[in-house]
Every structure is written in structure tokens, then in C-alpha cells.
């Protein structure tokens, strides 16, 4: 973890977000310190998902309900560590929360343009990034792709629902006569 934001200097010295999944704390906690240390100003973002506001709610003192079926299952945590809740807290890290929709649109546009599959929790930064595109506009944001651990067949519906979304696919279903000559008119 601390490796990783010497290398994030070296290639992009005026970043000045790191945005990143959040679930129990690990990443974050390691990663922000490190990065604070290079770059005492950069703004640090963990990103959960919505049904899962553990963190945002241990760090913001807020109760909200956490529980149910999420993309994000690598982050889909019911109570965070207390000390990494505290180290986050202390470094003023903000907490967004992102949508299932935004989940998979950030899978699904990894896979379409980047050819690189990444689970629901580690597409968390981009899609908070797709979700506010304004809140970061004019800002140089790094985010962490981690974790291919996606089963293959919520991939292809995660995969297919994107294509629906973005009216690059569409299910028709009509009713005919099993007789002879209905397929050719329903196709005329």
C-alpha cells in the first residue's frame, strides 16, 4: 500500500484526488497516509456502495440501514474496523456513496473500452467519478482498479443490462400464428 503512492507521484505529480473502495477500511487507511505524507493537500475520496454505508455512517456519526445484494460484495461491509474507521476520520476522508447502476456501468465500461475486468467493488472509484462527473471536473482524480473476482455470469448480465441502458440493444417480443408465411410478415 505504501508503495502505491510514490508511483502515483511519479506519474501524475499534480494529482490532487484519490478516490477509492471502501469497505472495512484496509486499503484506504494505508494508502491515505501515504499519500498525505508526499502530498499533505490531496483530497481523499472511499467510495461505498449505497446499501452498504458502513463507513460513511462510522465516520459521519449518521445511521443508516446497511444489507442486501450488491456488485460490490468485496466492500459490502456491516461494521467496520474501529481503528480504521478512526484513522479515516483523521484524515478527513470523505465518504460517497454510489448506486448499483452506477456499480455496473463502471464494470461495463471497464470491459468495453478499457478490455479489463474488474468486480463491482473495485470499479467503486470510477463510479463515483461517472456518478458526479462536476464534483470532480477541473481536478487530476487517481482511482485504484482492483479485484477480477466477478462471477462470469453476473458479468454478461451486468454486461447485457449496460447494453439495454444505453439503447445499444433492445428485446422485442411479439406474438404470432404458428402457421405458415407469419414469419415473414412479422419481418416485412
Known amino acids: 500500500q505504501a508503495t502505491i503512492a510514490p508511483e502515483m507521484e511519479e506519474e501524475a505529480p499534480d494529482l490532487d484526488t ?38 460513511k455512517c462510522s465516520i459521519e456519526g449518521c445511521n443508516m440501514p446497511s444489507g442486501g445484494d450488491t456488485l460490490a460484495e468485496g466492500i459490502a461491509v456491516k461494521k467496520p474496523g474501529e481503528l480504521t474507521s478512526r484513522i479515516l476520520k483523521d484524515l478527513g476522508v470523505e465518504v460517497r456513496l454510489v448506486e448499483e447502476r452506477e456499480l455496473e456501468r463502471a464494470v461495463a465500461m471497464l470491459v468495453g473500452i478499457e478490455k479489463t475486468v474488474v468486480e463491482g467493488a473495485g470499479a467503486a472509484g470510477l463510479a463515483a467519478l461517472l456518478a458526479d462527473k462536476r464534483r470532480f471536473a477541473g481536478k487530476t482524480v487517481a482511482t485504484i482498479l482492483c479485484g477480477g473476482n466477478i462471477d462470469t455470469h453476473l458479468l454478461a448480465n451486468v454486461l447485457v443490462r449496460d447494453l439495454v441502458r444505453s439503447g445499444r440493444i433492445a428485446r422485442l417480443r411479439v406474438a404470432a400464428q404458428d402457421q405458415p408465411g407469419a414469419l415473414a410478415a412479422i419481418t416485412a
Do not use: C, F, Q, W
Not at 477500511?25 to 467510495?47: C, F, H, N, Q, Y
Open 18 to 55: 484519490l478516490l477509492l473502495p471502501i469497505g472495512g477500511g484496509g486499503v484506504m487507511p494505508g494508502t491515505g497516509i501515504a499519500a498525505r505524507s508526499i502530498k499533505p493537500d490531496i483530497e481523499l475520496i472511499g467510495v461505498e456502495a449505497e446499501l452498504y454505508p458502513s463507513m
